[in-house]
């Protein structure tokens, strides 16, 4: 659980990115792309201000095996609590380690500043990236998509990516669905269309096919939150070889209070474990 734990959010960081970048895009018109990859760009920036938490149960397919959890935002950082594991109770060695590790957020003020610390700072690069975007990707209006508005993007030629993750995502190409009358991202799928080299690859790559896809769903007019990510990428790291792979599905969305930290979700989760058919983890206690 470690390891899965510390693999993801290298795999979603990019997945988050291109969900932010594309949220909020204007209505389809004769507006020029680049203006209106702009305009999305700071409505996105303005949004990510209000930072609305949300409760949901997570299922994630990875490493062949799927995990169910329970995953609470909170101002310190998402929580998330184990429920299943390949559809079964955790053995009690996964529910001694996901105790012990939620047990040390509840008693060590360093981890729930480390957890903050982290989440900021994947935070601080999606905005840095929002403020970039309009100049990373060429779009094309390919009409529409039943009823919703299908564009086309593939990687500006005339870009120079500063960092190794504007560097990877500039090599993607693929659609998005726009939702028009909220104008919100329905749907990303992207690929990389040639192999991504870190320092002329010295540092390592990642494979040409590597997929990432993002579906969204509307939750009330104008809110929106990620329903599905799968991430499929391979390459090196130095001498090491990587594997990406991630299949994430949210579900059961509901809104906790912006002021949610760490004890509070910890009560809510202890609440709630009873109805997940789950014994009370009373050992967090």
Request: proline share 7%; with cysteine.
């Given at each position: 659980?470690?390891?899965?734990?510390?693999?993801?959010?290298?795999?979603?960081?990019?997945?988050?990115?291109?969900?932010?970048?594309?949220?909020?895009?204007?209505?389809?018109?004769?507006?020029?792309?680049?203006?209106?990859?702009?305009?999305?760009?700071?409505?996105?920036?303005?949004?990510?201000?209000?930072?609305?938490?949300?409760?949901?149960?997570?299922e994630?397919?990875?490493?062949?095996?799927?995990?169910?959890?329970?995953?609470?935002?909170?101002v310190?950082?998402?929580l998330?609590?184990?429920?299943?594991?390949?559809?079964?109770?955790?053995?009690?060695?996964?529910?001694?380690?996901?105790?012990?590790?939620?047990?040390?957020?509840?008693?060590?003020?360093?981890?729930?500043?480390?957890?903050?610390?982290?989440?900021?700072?994947?935070?601080?690069?999606?905005?840095?990236?929002?403020?970039?975007?309009?100049?990373?990707?060429?779009?094309?209006?390919?009409?529409?998509?039943?009823?919703?508005?299908?564009l086309?993007?593939?990687?500006?030629?005339a870009?120079?990516?500063?960092?190794?993750?504007?560097?990877?995502?500039?090599?993607?190409?693929?659609?998005?669905?726009?939702?028009?009358?909220?104008?919100?991202?329905?749907?990303?799928?992207?690929?990389?269309?040639?192999?991504?080299?870190?320092?002329?690859?010295?540092?390592?790559?990642?494979?040409?096919?590597?997929?990432?896809?993002?579906?969204?769903?509307?939750?009330?007019?104008?809110?929106?939150?990620?329903?599905?990510?799968?991430?499929?990428?391979?390459?090196?790291?130095?001498?090491?070889?990587?594997?990406?792979?991630?299949?994430?599905?949210?579900?059961?969305?509901?809104?906790?209070?912006?002021?949610?930290?760490?004890?509070?979700?910890?009560?809510?989760i202890?609440?709630?474990?009873?109805?997940?058919?789950?014994?009370?983890?009373?050992?967090?206690?």
């Open positions: 659980m470690t390891m899965l734990r510390n693999s993801i959010p290298d795999c979603r960081l990019v997945a988050l990115v291109i969900f932010c970048v594309l949220s909020a895009l204007p209505q389809l018109s004769a507006q020029h792309p680049k203006q209106l990859m702009t305009e999305a760009c700071e409505n996105e920036l303005r949004q990510r201000e209000q930072n609305p938490l949300w409760a949901s149960q997570v994630r397919s990875t490493a062949g095996h799927v995990y169910r959890e329970e995953e609470i935002d909170t310190d950082g998402p998330d609590y184990l429920l299943s594991v390949d559809g079964h109770e955790p053995s009690p060695s996964e529910r001694k380690q996901d105790d012990d590790r939620l047990r040390d957020l509840r008693e060590n003020p360093k981890a729930r500043l480390t957890l903050k610390k982290n989440r900021d700072a994947e935070e601080r690069k999606v905005d840095d990236l929002l403020r970039v975007i309009p100049n990373v990707f060429l779009f094309e209006d390919q009409g529409k998509q039943g009823n919703l508005e299908r086309a993007f593939s990687p500006n030629p870009y120079k990516p500063a960092t190794y993750l504007e560097t990877a995502l500039h090599a993607l190409s693929g659609v998005v669905l726009i939702d028009p009358m909220d104008k919100r991202l329905a749907q990303f799928s992207g690929t990389l269309t040639q192999q991504v080299n870190f320092a002329h690859g010295l540092l390592g790559h990642l494979n040409k096919g590597g997929m990432i896809e993002v579906n969204r769903v509307r939750l009330s007019p104008g809110l929106w939150e990620t329903r599905l990510i799968r991430t499929d990428l391979d390459g090196r790291a130095l001498f090491k070889s990587i594997s990406k792979q991630l299949d994430e599905t949210r579900s059961n969305f509901e809104p906790v209070p912006p002021d949610t930290n760490i004890p509070i979700a910890m009560e809510r202890t609440r709630k474990s009873a109805s997940f058919s789950q014994p009370t983890p009373g050992n967090i206690e």
